[in-house]
């Protein structure tokens, strides 16, 4: 995508007569902030790297470090099967949306017809609606498949899979519209006077001109499932759950016990967290543009 | 923020009608065969797909709300009874107006503190220096994290025994219980913020890209300071962009679920009781889901606001950033 908040390297350069803030004051502001975000993340990465005693004690600076807290997390939490739910479901999730998205999106930005607007709007309007509207009547329809047609969906993969295609396809669809916007017509124009089918056209020329649009909408996609606490924790069994569920699982149980665990606790918050830093690493000018294009975690 | 590029392209499908003769030149010249060949057919798999899994439950929210539907009758909801605004009545008359009150004023102090905090965070890096790109990656921290992960830190940190109240009795200070009580108000309001500012940040910093380099060199050739020049030269350019990010964010900020529920769990403490959180408890604890589906139809309502003033400021958007360049 064309989206990312980058200067133009002649503003850069141009120096003291745009400086915005005097010296100063700037070093302040950015000391604040930097700190303000740095001291927790500091600590949480600290206390992974310490022992469920020595948080417990009250250490900010590890006694000594130690990595048991990995090692440990994996048998005291149920995390693999989260995180191997959460990759099988969000992964499915991410292609159907962007394939799906990528149809769409080209129909609506390139055809006209009745009804277009009403369309361009909701995709943007149902970002914003409240996941709980749509959980419950889910839910419900869910349950009457069990009592109606003898069928189980509440806590399988595929129903949870199903829940997300509810918020990750409009998402999906907008990002590839914002996408779509962009790229000149003349290619598929060139290719539609030779006699070229829609469907060739959208495989052999738009799709593999917006790759990279394809690939950031099927990650936000993943995302979107990746963060979702909402449906996982109506929609999953013990067995299906995801990662988000099994970490809040995780931190509303272990408090109860004799010792907190709140090492453990820091290293599976970070083992969760370690799949979106490292797409966001990969994918950065991509994925920060997209953001604010969505404006959608 | 979208590219200028895409902003302009963007114009006719945001606003207006959809017809032809509202897009670009280029659209009219080729319209003969975009009206003749419309291959809508393509429309199919998604658009079924959506009516299915968005436009079928959002009707039958509406349906669910009127009926009195529990976890007795939910095996056969088809035959539970009709009761119309019956349940809207006991929403109202259980303590749905103070969660109202709570969203709201979550969201809107949540919002008036982020933006001056992203506003700024956009200013101090948009003069490039030595190692910029680390404090941009910095700020980008708190919003990558997924908010579960954010949530289930935070709880972690203020337990009673946390490292929160260890470090404030290191100086003087008793911290007290934050996760329960009228002070866990304030708990989600503070990590709210601290999650969700760059949010601001990031819709500042592409507005700010917008003000050319030619305003700048004027300004500094005519002498000005700094504050008159940011107040009355760069600001203005940031009121459309912050303006819509603030939208959004309040617009998210009353959505927001996971924030309180991985921090104080369901049900959740009074103070903190939000729409999303009642929605949540009176459906799935309580079992009462007619009820609870009233009780988000009214959480719709309360977003409608702002949304709708998003859908419309989005085109005002379009046409500043038009005539901005």
């Known amino acids: 995508m064309t989206l990312s908040p980058t200067v133009p390297r002649r503003r850069a350069a141009a120096g003291e007569a745009h400086r915005l803030l005097p010296r100063p004051l700037l070093v302040i502001i950015t000391l604040f902030l930097c700190a303000m975000v740095l001291v927790p993340v500091l600590y949480i990465v600290l206390a992974s790297l310490n022992t469920d005693l020595g948080v417990a004690e009250g250490q900010f600076w590890p006694g000594s470090f130690s990595g048991t807290s990995y090692t440990k997390i994996w048998t005291t939490a149920n995390l693999s099967t989260g995180i191997l739910n959460s990759l099988v479901v969000c992964g499915l999730v991410a292609v159907a949306s962007a394939l799906l998205g990528t149809i769409t999106a080209y129909v609506l930005v390139r055809f006209s017809f009745l009804g277009r607007v009403t369309i361009l709007r909701a995709l943007v309007g149902l970002q914003s609606i409240p996941g709980t509207l749509l959980l419950l009547p889910v839910f419900v329809l869910f349950s009457s498949a069990g009592n109606y047609l003898g069928l189980t969906v509440i806590g399988t993969r595929w129903g949870l899979f199903v829940a997300y295609l509810t918020f990750a396809l409009p998402f999906s669809t907008w990002v590839m519209v914002t996408y779509l916007r962009g790229l000149p017509r003349e290619l598929e124009e060139a290719a539609r006077t030779e006699g070229a089918s829609t469907l060739v056209i959208l495989f052999r020329i738009i799709a593999p001109l917006s790759l990279p649009a394809i690939v950031v909408s099927g990650i936000f996609a993943f995302l979107l499932g990746w963060n979702d606490v909402l449906f996982a924790s109506v929609l999953t069994s013990p067995e299906t759950q995801t990662a988000a569920v099994a970490l809040q699982v995780f931190g509303s149980t272990q408090e109860g016990g004799a010792l907190p665990v709140y090492s453990q606790m820091m290293a599976a918050a970070l083992i969760c967290a370690a799949p979106v830093v490292l797409l966001y690493l990969i994918f950065q000018r991509y994925l920060v543009g997209g953001l604010t294009a969505g404006g959608v975690k | 923020m979208i590219d200028d590029r895409t902003t302009t392209r963007a114009a006719p499908g945001t606003s207006g009608d959809g017809t032809a003769a509202g897009r670009e030149p280029v659209g009219r010249r080729r319209r003969g065969v975009t009206q003749q060949q419309r291959p809508l057919w393509l429309l199919a798999p998604g658009g079924i797909l959506m009516t299915l899994v968005i436009g079928l439950p959002l009707l039958l929210a509406g349906y669910l709300s009127l009926i009195d539907l529990d976890q007795y009758t939910l095996r056969r909801w088809l035959q539970a009874p009709f009761i119309g605004v019956g349940n809207f009545t006991e929403a109202f008359q259980t303590g749905l107006l103070h969660s109202i009150w ?101 819709m500042a910093l592409a507005g700010l890209q917008s003000v050319d380099g030619e305003v700048h060199e004027a300004s500094a050739l005519d002498g000005a300071n700094w504050w008159p020049k940011l107040r009355h030269v760069i600001l203005p350019y940031l009121r ?28 959740a403490p009074d103070d903190v009781n939000v729409m999303p959180m009642i929605v949540y408890v009176t459906s ?24 709708f003033a998003y859908l419309r400021a989005l085109r005002l958007d379009v046409h500043e950033d038009g005539r901005a360049r």
């Not at chain 2, 303006?243 to 900020?253: D, E, N, R, V």
């Not at chain 2, 609870?292 to 409608?304: D, E, T």
């Open chain 2, 240 to 267: 459309g962009p912050v303006l819509l990010a603030c939208l959004l964010a309040t617009l998210s900020h009353i959505n927001n679920f996971t924030l309180p529920f991985v921090l104080f769990g369901a049900p």
């Open chain 2, 102 to 202: 709570i969203s709201v004023s979550f969201a809107v102090i949540s919002t008036a503190v982020t933006a001056p905090l992203g506003v700024a965070a956009a200013i101090v890096t948009q003069n490039a220096y030595r190692g910029r790109g680390v404090v941009r990656a910095i700020f980008l921290i708190p919003y990558v994290l997924p908010s579960f992960v954010v949530a289930s830190v935070w709880r972690t940190m203020l337990q009673p025994d946390g490292i929160v109240n260890t470090l404030l009795a290191k100086v003087g200070v008793t911290g007290g219980l934050w996760l329960s009580g009228p002070k866990s108000y304030w708990t989600l309001i503070l990590v709210e913020i601290w999650a969700a500012w760059p949010f601001i940040y990031l």
């Open chain 2, 284 to 307: 799935f604890q309580g079992l009462r889901f007619g009820l609870s589906a009233a009780m988000a139809i009214v959480s719709l309502l309360l977003i409608a606001v702002p949304l």
